[in-house]
């Protein structure tokens, strides 16, 4: 083999071993003009997301403060036996301006055993659903859908860095922040 296929061979399983996507749907209120300067969010995430989740709320943070937007994060695990009421305790002691939900509603992972490197390459992904609601309020005033993957061994952080970079370029995108 020659050098210029070994680097065409090395190229493709880079691409392969680190490739991650996210994508992003939203809808606003057609009366939501104000803008938001502090968030309290709270995750609920499948069991299997904990590197996701991690870079995710560093990345996320790090995105909404570049923009002077302040977050607090809360992961809940979707077995807690909290009530409601205490959630909405805290979420009301935080004085924040919105509150995002951050649901995930799918969790796949597969292997895929015809990959040419290592026996076979896994994937992963997730759908979350994001509201955003204003204090004293049921109704959301922002919603979107985010579909994240990652291919590859230990991709997951990245998937949860560039999910947190989507949310937060559609929230500029559609006058949230």
Do not use: H
């Not at 104000?34 to 790090?62: C, H, L, M, P, Q």
């Not at 923009?67 to 979707?78: D, K, S, T």
């Not at 290592?118 to 309020?137: E, L």
């Amino acid at each position: 083999m020659n050098i210029s296929m070994q680097r065409i061979g090395l190229i493709i399983l880079a691409i392969a071993v680190f490739s991650c996507s996210a994508t992003i749907q939203s809808n606003k209120a057609k009366d939501f003009n104000d803008k938001v300067k502090k968030f309290y969010a709270v995750i609920r995430v499948a069991d299997n997301t904990g590197n996701f989740i991690i870079k995710f709320s560093e990345s996320f943070r790090e995105e909404l403060k570049l923009r002077g937007v302040e977050i607090q994060f809360e992961a809940v695990n979707p077995l807690s036996l909290e009530t409601d009421e205490d959630l909405m305790k805290r979420v009301n002691e935080s004085n924040a301006d919105a509150v995002l939900l951050l649901n995930q509603t799918e969790s796949v992972t597969y292997t895929n055993s015809n990959a040419f490197y290592f026996g076979g390459q896994q994937a992963s992904g997730g759908s979350f659903d994001i509201k955003i609601f204003v204090p004293n309020s049921s109704k959301p005033v922002w919603r979107g859908l985010l579909k994240a993957s990652s291919n590859g061994f230990g991709n997951i952080s990245a998937a949860g860095k560039s999910s947190a970079e989507r949310i937060a370029e559609k929230l500029i995108q559609d006058g949230v922040i």
